[in-house]
């Protein structure tokens, strides 16, 4: 069976007919779900088993951005509202108590995703927010220090992974240096290779044996001056799979974000 290494969406709540016939003929690994295709949980059942039937594979990834706080497809009335990650790392009672209240938050998250047939998160976030840099990250951060954001990153994808869900780590190899927003124009990061392993880094090296990560569309002038990391063999290949040790499956974040250059043509 042929499988095309691409993951992709729908315009709408439903999927129509010119959507099915493009999914059953490229045979996407996996698909995404927005807001846009969000009412109702009986609904997003349904959306999800037609997605996956285009395809004819049952368990065929279906992916969400649920972090909690401003980024969440999931919310009231129908689903819990979850706090910001930095919300929650800036919990009283020490680093126990927000290692706890931040994996128990990402089980419940799994709850309502599972509930659904979603079975892949985005999150955690894995970025190490530095002075003077763009909000993009901000508070979807769980700490200002690598220490602080390996193991509430790891605590919540644990709590992904205890309620059947598959954590995503994001944005490899760190987007808290980025002044601009890789959604409308491309980052680019001056700092040293000694930075980016004192403070970047870690995280990823940390959880390197999570199953997913998704790639910072950042250039780092430090790694390779000409191409950004989504699309740097230079990076993927040396950094992250050699330097950070991840073994996992590497995704791009979304190719419609405008830091890329160039058409969506197969």
């Known amino acids: 069976m042929n499988v095309s290494a691409a993951i992709y969406g729908c315009a709408g709540p439903r999927m129509g007919a010119e959507e099915a016939a493009f999914f059953r003929d490229v045979r996407p690994w996996g698909f995404i779900l927005f807001a846009r295709n969000i009412e109702s949980p009986d609904q997003v059942r349904a959306l999800v088993s037609a ?117 995503v780590i994001k944005h490899i190899p760190g987007h808290g240096r980025a002044t601009s927003d890789s959604h409308l124009d491309l980052p680019v990061v001056e700092a040293s290779i000694e930075a980016l392993r004192a403070t970047d880094f870690p995280p990823f090296q940390a959880l390197s044996d999570m199953p997913l990560a998704m790639t910072a569309h950042v250039l780092y002038q430090a790694l390779d001056s000409r191409r950004p990391a989504t699309t740097s063999r230079r990076v993927i290949e040396g950094v992250f799979r050699g330097e950070l040790g991840f073994t996992g499956l590497i995704m791009s974040d979304d190719l419609s974000m405008q830091a890329l250059e160039g058409d969506m043509t197969l």
Request: overall charge neutral; hydrophobic content about 40%.
């Open 51 to 167: 997605l996956r039937g285009t395809v004819g594979r049952e368990d065929a990834p279906v992916l969400i951005d649920q972090e909690g706080g401003r980024v969440q497809r999931f919310g009231p009335p129908h689903w819990r509202k979850y706090p910001a990650a930095r919300t929650l790392a800036r919990l009283s009672g020490g680093r126990v108590v927000q290692r706890e209240a931040v994996r128990l938050g990402a089980r419940l998250m799994a709850d309502d995703l599972f509930s659904l047939g979603v079975n892949v998160d985005c999150a955690p976030v894995l970025d190490v927010p530095q002075p003077g840099a763009h909000d993009i990250i901000g508070d979807r951060a769980y700490g200002e220090t690598p220490e602080a954001v390996a193991v509430l990153g790891r605590a919540a994808a644990e709590g992904l992974l205890a309620g059947g869900v598959l954590p």
